[in-house]
């Protein structure tokens, strides 16, 4: 079992910076990709950005060149820099976890992120 929990989300401006927290615990050894995933309430959830243990790395149309996702794999943890947001940023911030090959699967409870005009 692994646990994630997210922190680092708040209110802010057009324009401004939030850095997001993932961090898990449990059996971390088995965690391959780590990613952000977003969703806003009634929609499916989407990708934001996914990084391996190697750090191959994965990102939406949306939010390349304004968003960098990174891992610091001693720390079982992924962030997510999110720069210039913009109000279609706003949304419940999600973080997953996933074995290699996709055999197990979590997700962090959210955290949310709301950018204000």
């Known amino acids: 079992q692994v646990q994630l929990v997210e922190s680092g989300g708040g209110l802010v401006q057009a324009g401004e910076s939030l850095r997001l927290s993932c961090a898990a615990s449990g059996s971390v050894a088995m965690i391959d990709v780590m990613g952000w995933y977003r969703q806003a309430p009634g929609n499916q959830r989407e990708l934001v950005a996914t990084?391996?243990?190697?750090?191959?790395?994965n990102y939406a149309d949306s939010v390349k060149g304004r968003f960098t996702i990174s891992r610091d794999n001693a720390k079982s943890t992924v962030y997510l820099q999110m720069n210039s947001l913009k109000p279609e940023d706003t949304d419940v911030y999600c973080c997953?976890?996933?074995?290699?090959?996709?055999?197990?699967?979590?997700w962090g409870q959210g955290t949310q992120v709301t950018v204000s005009t």
């Open positions: 997953k976890a996933m074995s290699r090959f996709g055999r197990f699967v979590y």
């Open positions: 990084i391996s243990r190697s750090g191959s790395t």
